[in-house]
């Protein structure tokens, strides 16, 4: 099974959409996909991953599944920050805590990051982000026939061969990502 991970394409966040170059870009993607002989689309709930979704759906003549999980407005609530300048941005996009997640200190603590003390005054909110991820994205591949935890390096699957896109927002480090399984 290949899984393809695509960001949505170049956006305009207010109203949420693709600009001319974006759309641009998810017709590119449709095209490439439809080389594949894509089986299943999936996208976000946001209207620019749809936007995105929509061209390799129609060429490959699919169904688009919207999983709001994977909204990135989910992650936003939970996985965010306010800078020392006053602005909310990913956890990770912040400059302190930038420095802080390539600390040997830091990747001591693994999948529990969040456990760092540096980090507690959002402690309970990212864990609550990242167990809402992880159940969700198990639950998703679980669907699919397959149980992968990466942290751990377990990967249990069926003989199954699909092709998969998923349109999404992907925090948490995880821009684009092909997954080669059972082909």
């Not at 641009?24 to 894509?38: D, M, N, P």
């Not at 999980?69 to 992650?75: Q, T």
């Not at 679980?142 to 003989?159: K, V, Y």
Request: proline residues 3%; aromatic residues 12%; glycine residues 4%.
């Amino acid at each position: 099974m290949l899984l393809f991970l695509i960001r949505h394409g170049d956006p305009i966040y207010e109203p949420d959409q693709l600009t001319g170059l974006g759309q641009r870009q998810a017709e590119a993607v449709g095209r490439r996909l439809s080389r594949y002989g894509i089986d299943k689309v999936f996208s976000s709930t946001s209207t620019r991953a749809y936007q995105t979704a929509l061209p390799t759906a129609e060429i490959c003549k699919k169904e688009i599944t919207q999983l709001d999980w994977c909204h990135e407005d989910r992650a936003w609530e939970d996985l965010t920050v306010v800078t020392k300048k006053g602005y909310r941005t990913w956890v990770s996009f912040d400059p302190d805590c930038a420095k802080l997640f390539v600390t040997k200190e830091m990747r001591a603590y693994g999948d529990n990051w969040y456990d760092h003390p540096a980090l507690s005054d959002n402690r309970d909110r990212f864990k609550r982000g990242m167990e809402r991820i992880d159940t969700n994205v198990d639950a998703f591949l679980a669907e699919l026939g397959f149980f992968i935890r990466f942290s751990s390096l377990i990967l249990f699957s069926c003989a199954i061969t699909r092709l998969i896109a998923r349109f999404a927002y992907c925090s948490s480090c995880l821009s684009i990502l092909t997954l080669t399984i059972d082909k």
